[in-house]
């Protein structure tokens, strides 16, 4: 089982896009100066931990659907800046790989 470590470069992070599905949760996280700091795939238990590494007010962006209002939620509660977006917003990132 992958251990969610803590890692400085989190602290770093002034953007997240989620990607949400049933089993993980892809997180792209990029600093102020639009480096690529992590992309991986997270288990849903995971996503939490890894999102309490996150600086406060951290903007975090996910596509609206059916669960991205409870995890907005939660998110919110831990300090971050949790934002849904539209499909079409979200469709370039995808085409890019971010």
């Not at 931990?49 to 831990?78: D, F, I, K, N, Y």
Request: aromatic fraction near 4%.
């Amino acid at each position: 089982m992958e251990q969610i470590t803590r890692s400085d470069r989190c602290r770093e992070a002034t953007r997240v896009g989620v990607d949400l599905a049933k089993q993980v949760i892809q997180v792209h996280a990029v600093d102020r100066r639009g480096r690529v700091i992590t992309s991986r795939a997270l288990r849903r238990d995971q996503f939490l931990p890894w999102c309490a590494q996150l600086p406060t007010g951290c903007l975090v962006a996910m596509e609206a659907s059916s669960s991205a209002h409870h995890w907005g939620r939660r998110l919110q509660a831990m300090g971050l800046d949790a934002r849904i977006i539209s499909a079409q917003l979200a469709a370039p990132y995808r085409m890019q790989g971010h």
